[in-house]
């Protein structure tokens, strides 16, 4: 009986699909009606005419899930192509989040250091908190919120990941 991998990966996966009323909900219950999770999930028409929408969707399972996932998201008629830019090759992934900290004295101080280290930009600022902008890979934005925690964190908003294949590659 041969082994099956159960190694559990995360998966960064671009459909182009036709920009029409409906396409996002019957994406999300092919995933909701098979049980996968999805982490991320960002969407936005991507040509000039407003004809093709780019949804990215970061999920994680097996391979085998993430290619069952993969080949059910291409059956899907307003589905022009599927690729796991994780798999595939190189790739940039951004996301950008926007952190509210609630704190004073040293922990104001603090936070302000360790957003200059991460390049976040102050966007709002009373005299009991700040608000962070940041930019960057997803695994930096869940650095700079963990440091936050202890230093007054009160809010998150994260947009979801956008991502492109690196070089020449395209969708």
Known sequence: M????????SATISVLVDNESGVLARVIGLFSGRGYNIDSLTVAPVDQEGRLSRINVVTSGTAMVIEQIKAQLDRLVPVHRVADLTKDGPHVARELALVKVIGAGEKRVEALR?????????????M?????ELTGAPDKIDAF??????????????SGVAALARAKRVI
């Open 2 to 9: 041969p082994m099956t991998d159960t190694t559990q990966r």
């Open 114 to 126: 360790i957003a200059d280290t991460f390049r976040a930009r102050v966007v709002d600022t009373t």
């Open 128 to 132: 009991e908190s700040f608000v962070f």
């Open 145 to 158: 919120i963990e440091l936050m925690r202890d230093l007054g964190l009160a809010e998150v908003s994260r």
